[in-house]
């Protein structure tokens, strides 16, 4: 029975490019992700942060109210 391809190259070298660059691919996405994350924690540390130094704003600036609103009104915001 005959070859199929009657070449004497191989071809392990077209293959071995083919998973080198697809490893490369792979190897970068995988850099970037981390970046990704780290980048969307911080978005929203930030946010958590601005929202708590606004209630605790809130918060002070409430009780300088009478009585009858100012124990509903913080009742509220710590809740």
């Known amino acids: 029975m005959g070859a199929l391809h009657h070449a004497t190259v191989s071809h392990n070298d077209i293959v071995g490019y083919y998973f080198a660059s ?3 691919l792979y190897g970068i996405t ?8 780290w980048s969307t924690f ?6 958590v942060d601005r929202e708590a130094s606004t209630l605790a704003a809130l918060y002070l ?9 100012r124990g509903h009104l913080q009742d509220d915001l710590r809740r």
């Open 61 to 69: 600036d409430v009780s300088h109210y009478p009585e009858p609103s």
């Open 30 to 37: 995988l850099g970037l992700l981390p970046i990704g994350v």
């Open 42 to 47: 911080t978005e929203t540390e930030a946010k």
């Open 22 to 24: 697809i490893t490369l």
